[in-house]
T-cell receptor, first 116, second 111 residues
């Protein structure tokens, strides 16, 4: 079975500082990995994904994520945080499939708070 | 492109009642998935529809049922509502192995 762990319920960072939101995963095959952001009372917005290729993936709003196969991690990063980045962040994993269905599994989410 | 749209945005129901939530997928998407997100939790997969059939189902009771129409839109039905069914219900659409796009959700409150 596939699973995702987001070890931090909350991450606090000062505006302008770099931020990291951690994610580790467990799958039996090759993973597709995703990051989504959720603002209050809203649906999830796609940020970025890793399927194959370069381990550093660049996404929306200046976010990037680093895939590390040996550590089974996919941490979300941004060089300089903005107050508007404050939101709930979800990591998700699904296993690649040659055909048929595929269901992503989401972590519990990490609340990012960026202080002015 | 309107993206994924869900209706209604908010709903209040009484225990024991039945509810129907609706979802229109993003243009070009043929797969619709439904999730339940309780407060402070990540989305929990309910089921997925493709070609008008339920393709996968999560760990939810039979009180949760769904349907997909020929135009790919979908409905989620919940019977015999319980207080614990109160949550944000999210619809996500996708095509093949692309990333899922989510709607804004329907906030269901059961009283």
């Amino acid at each position: 079975a596939q699973s995702v762990a987001q070890p931090e319920d909350q991450v606090n960072v000062a505006e302008g500082n770099p931020l990291t939101v951690k994610c580790t995963y467990s799958v039996s095959g090759n993973p597709y990995l995703f990051w989504y952001v959720q603002y209050p009372n809203r649906g999830l917005q796609f940020l970025l994904k890793y399927i194959t290729g370069d381990n550093l993936v660049k996404g929306s709003y200046g976010f990037e994520a680093e895939f590390n196969k040996s550590q089974t991690s996919f941490h979300l990063k941004k060089p300089s945080a903005l107050v508007s980045d404050s939101a709930l962040y979800f990591c998700a994993v699904r296993v690649t499939a040659s055909g048929g269905s595929y269901i992503p599994t989401f972590g519990r989410g990490t609340s990012l708070i960026v202080h002015p | 492109d309107a993206g994924v749209t869900q209706s209604p945005t908010h709903l209040i129901k009484t225990r024991g009642q039945q509810v129907t939530l609706r979802c229109s997928p993003k243009s070009g998407h043929d797969t619709v998935s439904w999730y339940q997100q309780a407060l402070g939790q990540g989305p929990q997969f309910i089921f997925q529809y493709y070609e008008e059939e339920e393709r996968q189902r999560g760990n939810f009771p039979d009180r949760f049922s769904g349907h997909q129409f020929p135009n790919y839109s979908s409905e989620l039905n919940v019977n015999a509502l319980l207080l614990g069914d109160s949550a944000l219900y999210l619809c996500a659409s996708s095509r093949a192995f692309t990333e899922a796009f989510f709607g804004q959700g329907t906030r269901l409150t059961v009283v």
